[in-house]
């Protein structure tokens, strides 16, 4: 059935039996980017598919390695809890909370589940539309547990005024200026991080003037590929 | 054209799929023609029809007919969406459906289909529930007292009793038969809704018993291609008919109507898969 690679190698997803007809797809270059997956909400299942569009461009940082612990009647067992971000400084990013009984087990999980979590953010302009996207489309919030994390755009220039964590979060989706206000008890990192994800996440559900236009479906790469999808899966594709 | 559907509905009247239940859900109401005086909801079978067609409409416009599953944990639907798979060359889930067979790439049984047909959201809710999380868009034949949550087109019908749901399996995979020109008035479709229809396993056992000896002849045939293993089991892989169990038999007595029906474009192949699923089932 399925043999667990070691992650490092791109050779191990060639042993998977079943891939995920997306994987498929963007294996073999029907769908051309991650765009597209975005656009038809296709489901994310496996971290290969998002690194072979984003590949290099993809960094991850490590947030937070947090030690939680469990009662047992020897003592308390110990697991690593690590939360990790992945971002290409362009306009993705991805969140990843992972726990395992070694830190690099859980790092390295925690990096594939960013992967899986990935997600487009939409950049805009504070003022006069001159030059790259620099900032927030317009204020979004996000809330997990107790705390929500409120992005404001800003001025080009003003850099991104925010706190340790969300600032690495916002730096890597390549966001180079933006306001923020918090609440909550945000030095509950998991929360804090958590938040300013979703409130990422929340700027391309947001409409603007921009979108009113209407929207022209086209076919879904299921539905483009379906003769391809059918042909039956030779091992290693 | 008003022919049939004065036919057909007065089939669906027939297997009593205009009878709902004693409740109605708030989703179900615009469905619903009257409630009678001990209390049962009565459908409004116009818009059950009408609800079958768009039904049909959407499957055929999947170009992969194997990309549909047909779902059925309650074995009053069982056969009705085993034939719906062979006629139709989609496939089938029958009897339980494994938890994470859409969602857990890992899992052996792991499926992705671009629509699901569901005979009842209650029982099949764990399908209904996977569909959601891969964007597999649902068409489920609902009761007056269904949810409808998950559901993308929802078919009012009376999915409580045997003949009920064998009439709208019937109905459907004719209509998609024709939708799809396999079937026409030219070459009308000479199936039978009692093949559609749930037995009981005596009586499946008993019709089997005379066409038993019958179908040992005929898979004895040396004719038959590649009829080396298993008698019954091969024999009917090759001849695109569906699974060897007993009550199949039937089919081989009215073997020359069977064939353009049973040999639509994956129809070898769905018969192999029905073969597999029927392992467990009857």
Same mark, same amino acid.
């Given at each position: 059935?399925?043999?667990?690679?070691?992650?490092?190698?791109?050779?191990?997803? !060639?042993? =998977? =039996?079943?891939?995920?007809?997306?994987?498929?797809?963007?294996?073999?270059?029907? #769908?051309? !980017?991650?765009?597209?997956?975005?656009?038809?909400?296709?489901? #994310?299942?496996?971290?290969?598919?998002?690194?072979?569009?984003?590949? !290099?461009?993809?960094?991850?940082?490590?947030?937070?390695?947090?030690?939680?612990?469990?009662?047992?009647?020897?003592?308390?067992?110990?697991?690593?809890?690590?939360?990790?971000?992945?971002?290409?400084?362009?306009?993705?990013?991805?969140?990843?909370?992972?726990?395992?009984?070694?830190?690099?087990?859980?790092?390295?999980?925690?990096?594939?589940?960013?992967?899986?979590?990935?997600?487009?953010?939409?950049?805009?302009?504070?003022?006069?539309?001159?030059?790259?996207?620099?900032?927030?489309?317009?204020?979004?919030?996000?809330?997990?547990?107790?705390?929500?994390?409120?992005?404001?755009?800003?001025?080009?220039?003003?850099?991104?005024?925010?706190?340790?964590?969300?600032?690495?979060? =916002?730096?890597?989706?390549? #966001?180079?200026?933006?306001?923020?206000? !918090?609440?909550?008890?945000?030095?509950?990192?998991?929360?804090?991080?958590?938040?300013?994800?979703?409130?990422?996440?929340?700027?391309?559900?947001?409409?603007?003037?921009?979108?009113?236009?209407?929207?022209?479906?086209?076919?879904?790469?299921?539905?483009?590929?379906?003769?391809? =999808?059918?042909?039956?899966?030779?091992?290693?594709? | 054209?008003?022919?049939?559907?004065?036919?057909? @509905?007065?089939?669906?009247?027939?297997?009593?799929?205009?009878?709902?239940?004693?409740?109605?859900?708030?989703?179900?109401?615009?469905?619903?023609? %009257?409630?009678?005086?001990?209390? *049962?909801?009565?459908?409004?079978?116009?818009?059950?029809?009408? %609800?079958?067609?768009?039904?049909?409409?959407?499957?055929?416009? *999947?170009?992969?007919?194997?990309?549909?599953?047909?779902?059925?944990?309650?074995?009053?639907?069982?056969?009705?969406?085993?034939?719906?798979?062979?006629?139709?060359?989609?496939?089938?889930?029958?009897?339980?459906?494994?938890?994470?067979?859409?969602?857990?790439?890992?899992? %052996?049984?792991?499926?992705?289909?671009?629509?699901?047909?569901?005979?009842?959201?209650?029982?099949?809710?764990?399908?209904?529930?996977?569909?959601?999380?891969?964007?597999?868009?649902?068409?489920?034949?609902?009761?007056?007292?269904?949810?409808?949550?998950? *559901?993308?087109?929802?078919?009012?019908?009376?999915?409580?009793?045997?003949?009920?749901?064998?009439?709208?399996?019937?109905?459907?995979?004719?209509? @998609?038969?024709?939708?799809?020109?396999?079937?026409?008035?030219?070459?009308?479709?000479?199936?039978?809704?009692?093949?559609?229809?749930?037995?009981?396993?005596?009586?499946?056992?008993?019709?089997?018993?005379?066409?038993?000896?019958?179908?040992?002849?005929?898979?004895?045939?040396?004719?038959?291609?590649?009829?080396?293993?298993?008698?019954?089991?091969?024999?009917?892989?090759?001849?695109?008919?569906?699974?060897?169990?007993?009550?199949?038999?039937?089919?081989?007595?009215?073997?020359?109507?069977?064939?353009?029906?049973?040999?639509?474009?994956?129809?070898?192949?769905?018969?192999?898969?029905?073969?597999?699923?029927?392992?467990?089932?009857?």
């Amino acid at each position: 059935m399925y043999i667990k690679g070691t992650g490092k190698h791109d050779s191990c997803c !060639s042993l =998977l =039996l079943r891939l995920v007809d997306v994987r498929r797809l963007a294996w073999h270059g029907k #769908i051309k !980017s991650l765009e597209q997956i975005f656009l038809f909400s296709l489901p #994310i299942k496996e971290y290969q598919i998002v690194d072979t569009f984003l590949g !290099s461009a993809l960094k991850d940082e490590v947030m937070k390695i947090m030690p939680v612990q469990k009662q047992t009647r020897a003592g308390q067992r110990t697991r690593f809890k690590a939360f990790v971000v992945v971002g290409d400084y362009n306009g993705h990013v991805g969140l990843g909370v992972k726990c395992a009984k070694e830190v690099a087990t859980a790092i390295r999980g925690a990096i594939i589940l960013a992967k899986m979590a990935i997600v487009p953010v939409r950049r805009g302009y504070w003022g006069n539309k001159i030059g790259p996207v620099h900032t927030v489309p317009g204020k979004v919030t996000g809330t997990c547990g107790s705390v929500s994390v409120r992005l404001i755009p800003a001025p080009r220039g003003a850099g991104i005024v925010a706190a340790r964590t969300p600032k690495k979060v =916002l730096q890597m989706a390549g #966001i180079v200026d933006c306001y923020t206000s !918090s609440r909550g008890t945000t030095r509950t990192l998991g929360n804090t991080v958590k938040a300013t994800y979703a409130a990422l996440a929340a700027t391309y559900g947001f409409l603007t003037p921009e979108l009113w236009k209407e929207t022209v479906f086209q076919k879904g790469p299921f539905q483009e590929f379906t003769d391809f =999808l059918a042909k039956p899966v030779i091992k290693g594709h | 054209m008003a022919d049939q559907r004065g036919n057909d @509905v007065a089939l669906l009247l027939a297997a009593q799929s205009h009878l709902g239940t004693k409740n109605c859900t708030a989703h179900m109401e615009r469905y619903v023609h %009257k409630r009678r005086s001990d209390g *049962i909801f009565v459908f409004n079978l116009g818009r059950t029809y009408e %609800k079958l067609q768009l039904a049909a409409r959407v499957i055929v416009a *999947i170009e992969n007919p194997q990309d549909v599953v047909a779902i059925s944990a309650r074995p009053y639907g069982q056969r009705g969406v085993l034939k719906f798979a062979t006629y139709t060359g989609a496939r089938a889930t029958v009897g339980r459906h494994t938890p994470g067979a859409f969602t857990n790439q890992l899992q %052996k049984g792991f499926e992705e289909p671009r629509l699901l047909i569901v005979t009842d959201p209650r029982t099949d809710h764990q399908a209904i529930k996977e569909a959601a999380y891969m964007n597999i868009p649902v068409i489920a034949f609902t009761d007056t007292d269904s949810d409808l949550a998950g *559901i993308d087109i929802a078919i009012p019908a009376n999915n409580k009793g045997k003949h009920s749901i064998g009439v709208l399996f019937y109905l459907l995979t004719r209509l @998609v038969l024709q939708a799809r020109g396999t079937v026409s008035a030219a070459s009308p479709w000479d199936v039978m809704v009692d093949m559609f229809f749930y037995r009981e396993p005596e009586e499946a056992k008993e019709e089997a018993a005379p066409e038993a000896e019958a179908a040992a002849e005929y898979v004895a045939d040396a004719a038959f291609p590649g009829a080396e293993e298993g008698a019954g089991f091969d024999a009917s892989y090759n001849t695109g008919f569906p699974a060897a169990a007993p009550e199949f038999a039937t089919g081989f007595d009215a073997a020359p109507s069977f064939e353009p029906a049973a040999a639509p474009a994956a129809g070898g192949d769905a018969a192999f898969a029905q073969a597999q699923d029927f392992g467990g089932g009857f």
